[in-house]
């Protein structure tokens, strides 16, 4: 493997070349030749676009314009120490510091007493909501690998002290990122298609019942169970620990789509009898009711959780949703909820995609988004348009401008029917097209119940 691995003399570089394979070529200047990839150690110099590259060097530079770093996580509102506080009083101490490399977590320290201690149990409820962050910071700052630093406020809010892209390293961090450096490229340079018989999706899109006579809520943990196929979500009734309003659809994990949807229908099917002597209307959609939202989260196992997937994943799946949203009720949504890269690791090895809506407002558009899902994950190498590029896209993506999207549309879907995964399954996927074409949107005011027609 040809790699060339850009720095600006950097002390640590020095770690870096006795952890690297002699293959891994040093520079300070770009050199022209066919890199198989670019690590660009904080160097932003030279051409970008020529292969795989892990942190592009117009990412660098966003980060190191004080002005752009702090517009592209007040955009994505990710909390941070602004410029006028560091002036104001002394830094604050670190609670975390986090290095990533393309979405994994590669170390993890935690600051008592002033020092630093490794983490090993990244699963605990505070660790994971710090990773998180951390990869939330990166991904929207464009980064595949680096350091976060976070601290912690009286009210327990995690904020963003600073964000290194050539960060100080021990010789054992240098291993650590020497090593997911040649794991991202491995990754990368497997074949360009991901097999459809290793990708199992699952999903837990959610809904809200909603009484006609009184307008109010009525409660999903009144009916069904925290667990199994039908169930509620965790997000209580304004925060009171009793009442939980939003319920979920659990269908069990599947290849096909197909099922997947088949499943979702016997589980409205069965929470309609549950709730057959309640006069209510059932709403999915992305704000069926004031002050709630509701996601249509798929999760995937079988292929690796990237950073370039994740980007994928939210141009070729999450703009079209967002092209049929309700453009006022997505708005409502987006960005606490939604987020571009919104992602969660899970304990069975996958990964929880967080963006879309609930898509759960009828069959149709569930299979065309559960198809177009899985084709993007199967082809994501293939499909490589990103129209979220800069810190205004991402604003009218929040916003739901659908207007600056459209005119790319018809470029990114022709990379969609390239693909053979398509040419099987045009006809649950082109709904999602002929919506967009059409200016409609789904229809999140209808009761579900009538549109899955149980």
Known sequence: ???????????????????????????????TRQWDCIIRWGNSEGPEGSGFEL????????LYSRTEAAKCLSVNKIPFRSRSASADSAPPTVSYRIHIVDMEPIAVTSQEGGKFKTVSNLTSPKVDRAIRLARRVLYSLGLHFGRVDLYQ?????????TVSAAPRITKKLAVLYMDAFVKALERRRQSHSVDPDDVVLGADPEFMMISPATKRVI?????????????????????????????????????????????IKEALAAAAQKTHNVNSIWLAGSSPYKGYTTGGHIHFTGVPLTTDLIRTLD????????????????????????????????????????????WLVSRRVAEGVLHLA??????????????????????DFYKARKDRFRPHIDKLWADIERTPY??????QIRVIKRLIDSKKIWRDRSDIRKNWGV
């Open 153 to 161: 406020e009286r009210k327990k809010t995690l904020k963003v002290l």
């Open 219 to 263: 409660f999903a943990s009144d009916f069904f169970p925290k667990e199994g196929l039908i169930g509620y979500d965790s997000q209580s009734y304004f925060r009171d620990r009793r009442n939980y309003p939003i319920a979920e659809i659990r269908p069990r994990p599947n290849t096909s789509p197909a099922q997947l949807v088949r499943e």
């Open 315 to 358: 141009n070729y799946l999450a703009i079209p949703c967002m092209l049929i949203e309700h453009p006022v009720r997505a708005s409502t949504r987006r960005p606490k909820y939604g987020f571009i890269g919104d992602v969660r690791t899970k304990p069975h090895g996958g990964f929880e995609y967080r963006v879309p809506a609930s």
């Open 55 to 62: 942190n592009t060097a117009s990412a660098l530079k966003r």
């Open 422 to 427: 398509y040419q099987t399954h045009r006809k």
């Open 1 to 31: 493997m040809a790699i060339l691995l850009l720095h600006n003399d950097q002390p640590s570089v020095e770690h870096l070349k006795k952890a690297a394979h002699e293959s891994v070529v040093f520079s300070t200047t770009y050199i």
């Open 374 to 395: 899985k084709l993007v994950v199967i082809e994501h190498k293939n499909l490589t348009m990103n129209l979220l590029g800069t810190t205004d896209a991402v604003s």
